[in-house]
């Protein structure tokens, strides 16, 4: 069974910077394509960016392009998402996600990852 453990939020200041990680076991993700979701009070969850793990293409959503990135450790199987110049718009529940059928054409789409981490919390102050 896959499992997905993500750590790394906090609270920081406008401008500031995090690192989330999303630890992932339970099989080998050679044909996974991870991703991060967030889901802001009041609004619907929404992609962040993505990775293919084997082969590690990214995409990243316009939002937050230029300032976060997406990346992998495949040794420590861990996916991580680096923050930088957050925004208190950045404010939200961040979630890692995988699944072995996403393609470039699907990823941004909730309903194509099957596998879902808790979540873990990240708030900017202004």
């Known amino acids: 069974q896959v499992q997905l453990v993500e750590s790394g939020g906090g609270l920081v200041q406008a401008g500031g910077s995090l690192r989330l990680s999303c630890a992932a076991s339970g099989r080998t993700f050679s044909d996974y394509v991870l991703g991060w979701f967030r889901q802001a009070p009041g609004k619907e969850r929404e992609f962040v960016a993505a990775i293919r793990w084997n082969g590690g293409w990214t995409n990243t959503a316009e939002s937050v392009k230029g300032r976060f990135t997406i990346s992998r450790d495949n040794a420590k199987n861990t996916m991580y998402l680096q923050m930088n110049s957050l925004e208190p718009e950045d404010t939200a529940v961040y979630y890692c996600?995988?699944?072995?059928?996403?393609?470039?054409?699907?990823?941004?789409?909730?309903?194509?990852?099957?596998?879902w981490g808790q979540g873990t919390q990240v708030t900017v102050s202004s």
């Open positions: 996600a995988a699944d072995s059928r996403i393609t470039i054409a699907t990823m941004k789409g909730l309903v194509e990852y099957d596998y």
